[in-house]
């Protein structure tokens, strides 16, 4: 039974989280705040993929066989000179996969 | 896009998603698979993909749960976890601020990393969209997903050995790679992507995705900085 009220004090303190300003009445964020939440996806998404990509076993692996960079280097190349996110997810999923199957990782 | 072009909607949104639907599944089948062995009944499992649909609180959740940990821990780690969601709500914010309250209150449930990802990216690529029908369509597409994928791991995940060797879960890494790069317009944007992720590696190891959190916030300040000096 306690399994449960731990999952509705998850619930809670998640759908708090991410509905909180959602209900405020509007009254607008100074444009300082405006100007940080610009750069809130930039930021989170980058701490996001740098450890997946950099990190092997909490160990740095910034080296050619690290498939995961290897992908993720394909991907953004792609993206950055055609703009074209599908291509570039397909493509580096792909030298992902054969990086791994090459290596024996 | 010719401005005769009908806004995109619900549908769109659930397409947009496909690369992220892709990336998650791994994610849901081994959440399911691992939640068993961790100590959560069949039922508790689907319930906690139901109700708290987040997958990095889950995983934390069943690894915690499986090492001992109170509940108490457990509820306080979620919340630290997915704090960075206030961010996100932060974010979007003025563009929900004219929907129905009642609208905004269940959206907000679905606003996980990948809703938000796409959302902003539409948004950013400035062509008509419905937002209200695109957020629902995105989100509405992630968390069915993610339900579907918990219960096949429930399901099959005994059968099936090694499904954390299939790689897939790349896909949502590489989606991600593929919506910052876009993103990076001039030298603040860099400079704020750069920071976040050497802080990120950097503090790797700290507790509860703490690390997570501080390296947001040393991009937005590296962001902010570079912005003031030009």
Redesign the interface.
């Known amino acids: 039974m306690s399994v449960y009220w731990m999952i509705l004090g998850m619930f809670i303190v998640t759908y708090g989280v991410r509905v909180g300003l959602w209900l405020g009445d509007g009254h607008a964020f100074p444009p300082a705040v405006r100007q940080a939440l610009d750069y809130v996806p930039i930021a989170v998404l980058s701490a996001i993929v740098a450890p997946a990509v950099l990190l092997r076993h909490g160990e740095l692996a910034a080296t050619w066989n690290n498939p995961q960079l290897a992908g993720a280097l394909v991907t953004g190349l792609i993206v950055w000179r055609w703009r074209r996110l599908l291509l570039g997810i397909g493509a580096g999923l792909a030298v992902f996969v054969a990086w791994r199957w090459l290596l024996g990782a | 896009m010719p401005p005769t072009h009908p806004p995109a909607g619900f549908w769109a949104g659930a397409r947009d998603t496909v690369?992220m639907l892709v990336g998650a599944a791994p994610f849901g089948l081994i959440f399911g698979t691992l939640a068993g062995p961790a100590?959560?009944?069949p039922a508790?499992t689907l319930?906690?993909s139901l109700?708290?649909?987040?997958g990095a609180?889950q995983f934390i959740?069943i690894t915690l749960l499986a090492a001992g940990s109170g509940?108490?821990v457990?509820?306080?780690t979620?919340?630290i976890v997915?704090?960075?969601?206030?961010?996100?709500?932060?974010?979007l914010?003025?563009h929900?601020?004219h929907w129905p309250?009642a609208w905004?209150?269940g959206?907000?449930?679905f606003?996980t990393?990948e809703t938000?990802?796409i959302v902003?990216?539409k948004l950013d690529e400035g062509t008509p969209v419905n937002l209200p029908r695109y957020y629902l369509g995105s989100a509405l597409a992630m968390y069915g997903n993610w339900l579907a994928w918990t219960s096949a791991g429930v399901l099959l995940g005994r059968a099936v050995p090694g499904m954390s060797e299939w790689?897939?879960e790349?896909?949502m890494?590489?989606?991600?790679?593929?919506?910052?790069?876009?993103?990076?317009k001039g030298r603040?944007?860099v400079a704020?992507?750069?920071?976040?992720?050497?802080?990120?590696?950097a503090a790797?190891?700290l507790p509860y995705k703490l690390?997570?959190m501080l390296?947001?916030?040393?991009?937005?300040a590296a962001?902010?900085v570079m912005?003031r000096r030009r």
Request: hydrophobic share 60%; charged share 10%.
């Open positions: 690369p100590g959560l009944s508790a319930a906690m109700f708290v649909y987040g609180s959740a509940a108490w457990i509820v306080a979620t919340f997915n704090l960075r969601h206030a961010l996100y709500s932060a974010t914010w003025r929900v601020m309250r905004r209150a959206c907000a449930f606003l990393d938000f990802a902003y990216h790689g897939l790349f896909a890494v590489a989606t991600f790679v593929g919506i910052v790069v876009p993103l990076l603040p944007q704020a992507a750069l920071v976040a992720g050497t802080v990120a590696v790797d190891a690390g997570l390296a947001a916030l040393s991009g937005i962001g902010l912005e």
